[in-house]
C-alpha cells in the first residue's frame, strides 16, 4: 500500500469521525482523532495490519526496542559479534544506525540473529510485545511518521506523493485548523494551536517511539516558531521545505545541531 492511497483513503475515513466516535476504521486505513480544540485538530492516519504487515511490524517493534535500551556502544559490541562494521552504515547518530543494522538485518535474514544477541544481553527486557493498535485494531508499525501542518494550504497530498517518489514509508500525522474555512487571524493570540500541538507530539512520540519524525510545514511563519519553540532540537527529526513543486529535507533536527552554536560549521 503506497502512502498516496493510505493518504486518501484515511481522509475518506475522517468524514465518519465525530465527538462521540474518534476512530473510523476501513478495510486498508484506521484514522483516530487525537485531539481537537477550538483552533486545532490533530489526526493520526495509520495503514491497517494485515496478515503480510506482521513481519514488518516485528522489525520495526525490534528497532525500537534496540533503540531504547542499548547505548553507543552497546550497540558497536552487538554490530562486532555480528560481524558488521559500526562505520559503514553511512548516517550519524545511534538511534539512525541501530535503524540501518535491523534493515540490514532484514534484507540478509538475519534479523533471529540480532534478536538472540539482544535477549542475551538484556534478559530482563520483554523482547515480544504486542502490536500497536488504535483502540483495538492492529496498525502496521513503520519506522517512519510524517508530521503534516496543513494550515495555511491543503499539503497532506503533496507529502504523500513525495514520499511515494522517494520510496518512504510512513504513517501521517495530520494538524489542520478546526475550521477549514477560517484562516488564522492575527486579531488573536495562537497560543491555543501551541498547547495542542505540544500535547498531540506528546502522544504520538510515545506511540511510535523510536520512529523518525518527518516535518512537513504549511504554516505561517510565526506559528512555525512556535511549534520550533515547542519542538527544541532535543528529540530528532527531519524539517522538509517546498519548492519547485517537491519537498526537499533541508534540516535534520538533533542535540548534534544544538551543540554547534558559536562554531563555524555549517
Given at each position: ?158 507529502v504523500a506523493h513525495y514520499l511515494d ?53 504549511s504554516a505561517p511563519g510565526a506559528l ?11 528529540d530528532e527529526a527531519e524539517v522538509y ?26
Amino acid at each position: 500500500m503506497n502512502n498516496t492511497q493510505l493518504v486518501n483513503d484515511g481522509l475518506s475515513l475522517m468524514t465518519q469521525i465525530n465527538e462521540h466516535d474518534p476512530i473510523a476504521v476501513g478495510d486498508t486505513a484506521v484514522s483516530h482523532q487525537l485531539h481537537q480544540t477550538a483552533q486545532l485538530t490533530a489526526t493520526l492516519i495509520a495503514q491497517r495490519q494485515a496478515g503480510s504487515d506482521i513481519a514488518h511490524a516485528d522489525m520495526v517493534k525490534l528497532f525500537q526496542k534496540v533503540d531504547r535500551y542499548f547505548s553507543d556502544s552497546d550497540l558497536r559490541d552487538i554490530c562486532f559479534r555480528l560481524n558488521v562494521d559500526y562505520e559503514d552504515f553511512g548516517v550519524s547518530g545511534k538511534r539512525d544506525k541501530a535503524r540501518e543494522l535491523v534493515v540490514m538485518m532484514d534484507r540478509h535474514g538475519r534479523l533471529p540473529d540480532l534478536a538472540t544477541i539482544a535477549a542475551q544481553l538484556r534478559p530482563k527486557v520483554n523482547w515480544k510485545d504486542s502490536s500497536q493498535q488504535i483502540g483495538v485494531t492492529d496498525i502496521t508499525a513503520k519506522l517512519n511518521v510524517a508530521v503534516v501542518v496543513d494550515i495555511s494550504r491543503p499539503t497532506v497530498r503533496d507529502v504523500a506523493h513525495y514520499l511515494d517518489d522517494i520510496d518512504m514509508d510512513a504513517n501521517f500525522l495530520l494538524l489542520q485548523n478546526t475550521d477549514a474555512d477560517r484562516q488564522l487571524s492575527a486579531d488573536g493570540k495562537w497560543n491555543a494551536y501551541i498547547s495542542a500541538f505540544a500535547q498531540t507530539m506528546d502522544s504520538i512520540k510515545y506511540t511510535f517511539s523510536g520512529a523518525r519524525l518527518h516535518f512537513f510545514l504549511s504554516a505561517p511563519g510565526a506559528l512555525i516558531f512556535g511549534l520550533g519553540c515547542i519542538w527544541g532540537t532535543v528529540d530528532e527529526a527531519e524539517v522538509y521545505h517546498w519548492q519547485r513543486g517537491t519537498y526537499y529535507p533541508v534540516i535534520s533536527i538533533s542535540r548534534t545541531l544544538r551543540s554547534q552554536r558559536g562554531s563555524n560549521n555549517e
